[in-house]
């Protein structure tokens, strides 16, 4: 290449000359030189007659020899960038000092992809023509990748549809420089335990099986990708040819240090047919840690043994990890559930401001579990639920779980709430000050399914505020746990509760009126209507000298169909109970008086 490179430079500077010449022996010249440099030379010299000028510095076009140089150094750049892999044979016979050195010398057997990456020296990418249609390479150890920009492509492989064909068996890659891409590669290790090991590089990962031949058929592992210090990667892409598949192990994806790092379009515990495929002493399938603005989207996680997607930071909090639009515990087709136990866990670390949203999660134990984690927020996920909100699919012990070591954490926002169906819990609140609000609980997004759970939301740690929500055919609606004074319950609509609406003792239906001074709910006995205005007669029993404000909602419902709303004009009615002190009040409610007509028979309030 430099001896390209100088002659073509001397040619340059030789074909420049000096034209100095009077104005009469300027054509005899001219018409000399123009047999060699054609029209420019002409043109020039002509503009030179015509101005009168003494003398010239005239640059002829190429000529032949100096495009012939060009020529060559192009070629040889084309060659120098890309190496094609020729066998899958696992030897090193040709001289691998740098690509050029082995297309000179490939040792009379062509190139194998342990000699391609050793050679490339300078980002080059290699490409496959290893007959046609699948080859399998077996590593007799680990292969790695030191050159940095290094490109292996697997989608050159003649014969390639969309799948990978280009099979990595016994041995797995590790990459220890930044910007190497991997492409449509069938990778898996049972000699290492870790088809892929990236460690303290950039990274990208696109259309590649892990843990799986080319074939589809699974191949057990311990792990098969491990990421440790890998920022501003890229797992997956959104075309379905860039989709990874990898299998389940004890660890699917591993991923420490990772800030900046998009994982989309990628499968895991699945084949690459999107049927689920367990495997033994599965901890996560993936497992994030110690990172800063991650995003996880558009992902199908098995979550089959544990969890789906386990968040975790031991050091120093890591802030904006979004987890959005994946399905979790169910097929990519969104109709089998595979989810065994949290879909979700954000746990053991110092993590700040984790958004998921959007999501379909289904689990036999817990959706999504929060604790020891700050400012998270669970918006506008369904649980529980097929995508469309019309099966339940499971949801064994709660839809979230939130625990109490969990700070500032919301669950649902106005228009933007979870839906949940089926299970023990909708919602279960342990740590303090959590907002519960416009969340839909035991029904789909048309509110006619039955998605019924004994308990809507449970609240167990103090100052939580539950609001906004709907709550259907549950046992219980809202369960506040004994002893809790200080939650917020307001504005939500309950409706079809088997048991209570709202219990705010966690011990059902009292018996004796008001023990221990937490009342069960007004009872209207009779209602007068008169004109425009309604009057109200009828009991609460509640504590002693306490006030309670009765809100006052006009229902429009049918089973299947419901929706409630304040009568916004109105203040609350307040009823002080009396009587002796230590006794409990059994107070009648009279004429509590509302301006607009309502039901005209007696009516259980909740």
């Known amino acids: 290449r430099f001896g390209c490179l100088v002659f073509l430079l001397f040619s340059q500077f030789s074909a420049v000359w000096d034209c100095r010449c009077s104005q009469q022996s300027l054509a005899g010249t001219v018409g000399t030189a123009s047999t060699m440099a054609g029209p420019f030379l002409r043109q020039q010299a002509a503009r030179n007659s015509a101005g009168g000028r003494a003398s010239c510095w005239v640059l002829p076009t190429l000529s032949p ?17 890309t190496v094609t892999v020729t066998n899958n044979n696992d030897v090193v016979n040709g001289d691998t ?20 990456v050793l050679a490339a020296s300078n980002g080059e990418e290699i490409r496959f023509a290893i007959g046609s249609g699948t080859a399998t390479i077996v590593l007799s150890s680990v292969l790695p990748v030191n050159t940095a920009g290094t490109t292996i492509n697997g989608t050159t492989q003649p ?48 259309g590649c099986w892990l843990g799986f031949k080319a074939s589809g058929s699974h191949v057990a592992s311990s792990r098969h990708v491990i990421m440790s210090g890998a920022p501003n990667s890229v797992i997956g892409g959104p075309d379905p040819s860039e989709r990874n598949v990898i299998a389940s192990a004890i660890v699917s994806l591993t991923m420490l240090s990772i800030s900046g790092t998009v994982v989309q379009n990628t499968w895991i515990g699945f084949n690459p047919s999107g049927v689920a495929k367990p495997a033994s002493g599965v901890v996560s399938d993936m497992h994030v840690g110690n990172s800063d603005n991650v995003l996880i989207t558009n992902c199908v996680l098995a979550a089959m043994s544990s969890e789906g997607i386990r968040v975790v930071s031991a050091i120093n909090p890591q802030r904006n990890v979004t987890i959005s639009n994946n399905y979790i515990g169910l097929d990519p087709n969104g109709t ?35 604790d020891k984690s ?35 954490v919301t669950v649902g926002r106005p228009g933007q709430g979870n839906i949940i169906g089926g299970g023990q819990s909708g919602i279960v609140v342990q740590a303090i000050g959590v907002d519960v609000i416009g969340n839909t609980i035991g029904t789909g997004a048309s509110g006619s399914e039955e998605f019924g759970s004994e308990t809507g939301i449970r609240i167990e740690g103090p100052l939580c505020n539950v609001s906004s929500n709907t709550i259907k055919f549950a046992d219980i609606g ?5 002893g809790l004074s200080t939650a917020v319950i307001n504005g939500n609509v309950i409706l079809h509760s088997s048991v209570l609406a709202i219990d705010l003792n966690d011990d059902g239906v009292v018996t004796a009126s008001g023990v221990g001074g937490i009342p069960n709910y007004p009872v209207f006995t009779t209602t007068t ?78």
């Open 159 to 206: 014969g390639y549809a969309g799948s990978p064909i280009i099979e990595v068996s016994t041995y797995g890659l590790t990459v220890d420089v930044e910007d190497v891409t991997i492409k449509a590669l069938a990778i898996h290790s049972t000699g290492s335990g870790v088809a892929l090991y990236v460690r303290e590089a950039r990274f990208t990962m696109l």
């Open 97 to 116: 000092t740098s690509v050029l050195a082995l297309l000179a010398s490939d040792g009379g057997d062509g190139v194998s992809l342990r000699e391609a």
């Open 336 to 370: 089998v559930a595979t989810g065994a136990h949290s879909a979700i866990q954000i746990v053991a670390g110092k993590y700040e401001d984790v958004i998921v949203e959007n999501n379909v999660i289904v689990s036999s134990h817990v959706g999504i579990e929060v």
């Open 529 to 606: 209507v008169f004109g425009p205005a309604t009057t109200l007669a009828g009991i609460l029993d509640g504590a002693n000298t306490t006030q309670y404000d009765i809100y006052l909602y006009t229902v429009h419902n049918n089973k299947h169909t419901a929706h409630a709303s304040l009568l916004a004009t109105e203040q609350p009615q307040q009823v002080v109970l009396q009587a002796p002190p230590g006794s409990v009040s059994h107070a009648p409610l009279e004429h509590i008086s509302f301006s607009q007509q309502i039901h005209s028979r007696p009516v259980r309030c909740f």
């Open 478 to 482: 809202v369960a506040v746990e004994a």
């Open 65 to 81: 020899w100096w495009l012939l140089a060009g020529v060559l150094v192009l070629s040889t750049r084309a060659v120098a960038s």
């Open 374 to 408: 700050t400012g998270v927020q669970l918006v506008g996920n369904t649980i529980g639920l097929n995508p469309a909100q019309t099966i339940v699919l499971a949801n064994a012990t709660a839809g979230i779980l939130v625990q109490p070591n969990a700070v500032s």
